[in-house]
């Protein structure tokens, strides 16, 4: 069994966090926006129970979300046989502290004036609930567990986990 697989067996709220560390880029959907859901870079924020975006005040999508609406945010991490779908909630802030921790060359290519653009906003979305789902990564348990499951035509694979997790 992988670490991952064990730990989102054991902790599946701090599996999650861990997770969210290391991508790039989840998708981001919010209530009362495009019916579609938007690739936004995660800035987390553990122990505040928030995961900070930066975007624009002039952004079509996020300019005029009001505060306190549903959002969702889908993590997928297929190198790790990793996925989450978070629930939650946003609200619109300008945070110069919170601009400060998490300014980064990546954040500065999309604002002219940089860490001082009036343009900045900043969506906090605090999550509620998430749901996970972990796979094995090895082959020969995979083949091993469709095998089993073919053979004795009852049993469904055990092939990883699948929970729920209230967060905050």
Known sequence: MSSLLKQVQDSPADALWDELDKVIAVMLGVEGTDTFMCPMA??????ANTIWFFTR?????FATVA?????KICLTNE?????????????????????ERFWSPMVEAWYEGGIKDDNILL???QPEMAEISCSTKSTLR????IAKANLKGEEKPDLGVQTRVRLG
């Open 142 to 145: 995979f083949g091993w567990e």
């Open 123 to 125: 969506l906090a979305f």
């Open 79 to 99: 190198g790790d046989h990793f996925w989450a779908c978070i629930n939650g909630r946003v609200m619109k802030q300008v945070n110069p502290d919170v601009i």
């Open 57 to 61: 005040k002039d952004n079509d999508r």
């Open 42 to 47: 995660p800035m987390v924020d553990r122990e």
């Open 67 to 71: 505060d306190g609406v549903a959002a």
